[in-house]
T-cell receptor
């Protein structure tokens, strides 16, 4: 069975600090996809990134960067120079294929990030 | 107009009531999902519809009844719920064969 662990339940940082959110996963699949979603107080889950299991290149998008390490089954997310608008719950997720070609996401429990002005 | 729209945003219902949650997607996707998010559990997949056919039902109690009349609409019919069913219910959609799902803002359900 697939499993996603986000060990950090809550993190507080002061604005402009860098912060890293950890994600560790378990799967027996050789092909899989990893995701990060952001859930602001409004409730909607906002898709941030997808990474497939064959692509271990790190990715940077503005202040966001992701470090995928297959050897340690980790997919960590770093926010550089954090801002108050980054305050949200962040979810790491792992996909598996369900019937008829659709995908099921297994989510971690989420990390609540609070950025203090 | 957001990609995935859920109504109502908030719902309070008694244990003997019958209500329905609605989800509509404007992204041209052909797979839709219901997830449940409660306070102390990870997001749990409830149902998957692919091409309007239910393909997953993750041991969800029969008091939850999904309906997918077409690829753009998804309903969750609720009856005789329990207080522990109080949660945020999220709808999502995706394109078959594409991995990422896009979520609505959810319906915050309180059962009293």
């Amino acid at each position: 069975a697939q499993k996603v662990t986000q060990a950090q339940t809550e993190i507080s940082v002061v604005e402009k600090e860098d912060v890293t959110l950890d994600c560790v996963y378990e799967t027996r699949d050789t092909t899989y996809y990893l995701f990060w979603y952001k859930q602001p107080p409004s409730g909607e889950l906002v898709f941030l990134i997808r990474r497939n299991s064959f692509d271990e290149q790190n990715e940077i998008s503005g202040r966001y960067s992701w470090n995928f390490q297959k050897s340690t089954s980790s997919f960590n997310f770093t926010i550089t120079a954090s801002q108050v608008v980054d305050s949200a719950v962040y979810f790491c997720a792992l996909s598996e294929v369900t019937g008829a070609g659709s995908y099921q996401l297994t989510f971690g429990k989420g990390t609540k990030l609070s950025v203090i002005p | 107009e957001t990609g995935v729209t859920q109504t109502p945003r908030h719902l309070v219902m008694g244990m003997t009531n019958k209500k329905s949650l609605k989800c509509e997607q404007h992204l041209g996707h052909n797979a839709m999902y219901w997830y449940k998010q409660s306070a102390k559990k990870p997001l749990e997949l409830m149902f998957v519809y692919s091409l309007e056919e239910r393909v997953e039902n993750n041991s969800v109690p029969s008091r939850f009844s999904p309906e997918c009349p077409n690829s753009s609409h998804l309903f969750l019919h609720l009856h005789t719920l329990q207080p522990e069913d109080s949660a945020l219910y999220l709808c999502a959609s995706s394109q078959k064969g594409v991995t990422e799902a896009f979520f609505g803002q959810g319906t915050r359900l309180t059962v009293v």
